[in-house]
């Protein structure tokens, strides 16, 4: 009778927690089971790992042979336990030495042939064997992401062999290469905004959004440019930390691969996808579409088109920056902290209020339409704008300015936010958001009215306030005067929806 332990990581969102696999070989008819609460891809691992291990050169043991995979009370999904599996099974049968195993963690899929196949989640795992302090073994297809951490307690293999050879001491693993990935957002390529012709009022709205980190809603007849304008967006957001790349390219990771480094996420899902693919699910939850974008963009174009149970489990999300996906034998939270871009027309047709084509809806048609989007959704969105055809007509005096332009801007007024109190002014809450955006008697007044005329709720009135800050800092001046007052009034008040009682929307006016 033979025991060897080694470990490993499972999937369990961004925790990743250890497993210990422990392989036990004794003697008696063959047989070979792997218990530890394992749904089927682990399950299936006994086949790929017997492959393996016989098409490496090496034996694999007669006898019974039983892995545990432990706690057994944390459910384990994936084929990244092959790798440990396979080794602990070697060690206890005495063809790899065990003075080498402790102190590693192994991580990766085996093929049939020995080849060591990448899996997803592996950044997460490598930030969790880097904080206990263990050397990380993984692919060599994983290098991507293994170069983004770096360092030296991470090895690179290609198969099984090579781990074999060098847990005996008789082969070396390389470490990853420098990452070559980190490249400052402003170096990418980028949509400009020169190539929107016109549309001051939504420009402003984008820089707005940009500088405070705002949720904005687009609204106008179709062919106005409002896609066009949102997909610019990344371009003129301020780089993200070191802590906020790695922390997006896990998310990316456990999604299935490291797509960009240090570039905003933009993610733009069809307005038939599911609540489940937008906020994340599954038995194994994996990350939804927040997810991905966080500290990036959501783009949800013909917003009204997405069902309500889809709109309404972006409610929470927008207010708290995260999702609990909750299962009967797990719970998952990921990060969700996401700028939403959302884009609308302003009637079934397209065409309310239109000054070139006339709108065919009746005016129940157009409220019903509306009424898709609930006011509670409403409420956590800081900018309603409208986009006309007449905004997209390039004047004279048009200046077309770059993204570059209005970056530069975006860059100065969001330092000052995170100076003066730790976050963008759209996260502003409680005590930050009453000192920090205090309005002088007039502005108080003025936003008094507004509220009464537009019905704004108290979280709207916040909005108006979030949004008035961001105004004043990008006019660099502590003061909020009451023409931010009045602009961010402007850029908010859901008349640019149209009446919710039934009459005609009157976009623009």
């Known amino acids: 009778m033979r025991l060897a332990t080694t470990l490993t990581r499972a999937q369990l969102g961004l925790k990743a927690p250890e497993v210990a696999v422990e392989a036990h070989v004794a003697g008696g008819l063959p047989q070979f089971t792997i218990i530890g609460l394992i749904e089927t891809a682990v399950r299936e691992s006994r086949d790929r790992v017997r492959a393996a291990i016989q098409s490496s050169g090496l034996e694999f043991p007669d006898g019974r042979i039983t892995v545990n995979l432990a706690p057994g009370d944390l459910p384990k999904s994936g084929s990244g336990f092959d790798l440990a599996i396979a ?21 990766g899929e085996l093929a049939f042939s020995g080849v060591l196949r990448r899996v997803p989640g592996l950044i997460p795992a490598l930030l969790k064997a880097r ?46 290469p420098p990452a070559e990935l980190p490249l400052p957002a402003a170096s990418v390529e980028l949509e400009d905004l020169k190539d929107v012709k016109g549309q001051a009022a939504a420009r402003r709205a984008l820089e707005v959004a940009a500088a405070g980190g705002h949720h904005l809603l687009l609204v106008g007849p179709p062919g106005t440019g409002k896609t066009m304008l949102a997909r610019r967006l990344p371009g ?70 997405f069902s309500r149970p889809v709109l309404e489990a972006l409610r929470e999300p927008l207010g708290t920056g995260q999702i609990t996906i909750a ?35 009746t005016p129940d048609q157009i409220r019903r339409y509306q009424m898709k989007v609930s006011g509670p959704l409403l409420d956590r969105v800081d900018l309603i704008v409208s986009v006309n055809r007449d905004g997209g007509r390039p004047t004279g005096g048009d ?47 003025l936003l008094e009215a507004a509220s009464s005329r537009f019905a704004l709720s108290a979280r709207a009135q916040d909005g108006v306030r979030r949004v008035a800050r961001t105004l004043a800092d990008l006019a660099g001046t502590d003061l909020i005067g009451v023409s931010q007052v009045a602009e961010a009034i402007s850029l908010r008040a859901e008349r640019q929806l149209g009446s919710r009682s039934g009459a005609p929307a009157q976009v623009g006016q």
């Open 399 to 445: 200046p077309r300015e770059s993204s570059a332009d209005v970056r530069a801007r975006v860059v100065k007024a969001a330092a000052r936010q995170i100076q003066r109190g730790g976050c963008l002014n759209a996260r502003l809450a409680g005590g930050g958001l009453r000192d920090q955006c205090r309005f002088d008697g007039r502005g108080e007044a």
């Open 87 to 107: 080794i602990a099974i070697l060690v206890a049968s005495g063809q790899v030495s065990a003075r080498r195993v402790g102190g590693v963690e192994f991580l």
């Open 236 to 305: 003129l957001l301020p780089d993200l930390s070191d802590g906020e790349a790695l922390e997006s390219a896990a998310l990316q990771s456990l999604a299935g691969g490291v797509l960009e480094f240090r570039r905003r996420p933009f993610r733009a899902p069809h307005h038939t996808a599911s609540a489940a693919a937008l906020v994340g699910g599954g038995g194994n939850p994996r990350p939804g579409e927040i997810s991905l974008a966080h500290h990036g963009v959501l783009f949800l174009d013909e917003l009204p088109e």
């Open 131 to 176: 904080q206990a302090g263990r050397l990380a073994i993984v692919p060599a297809a994983g290098v991507v992401e293994a170069a983004l951490l770096g360092g030296d307690r991470i090895r690179l293999a290609s198969e099984l062999r090579e781990v074999v050879s060098y847990l005996n001491g008789t082969g070396e693993l390389p470490a990853p």
């Open 327 to 361: 299962r009967a034998l797990r719970t998952v939270e990921y990060p969700a902290e996401f700028q939403l871009v959302a884009a609308m027309n302003p009637c079934p047709c397209g065409y309310a209020g239109d000054r070139e084509q006339e709108c065919r809806c």
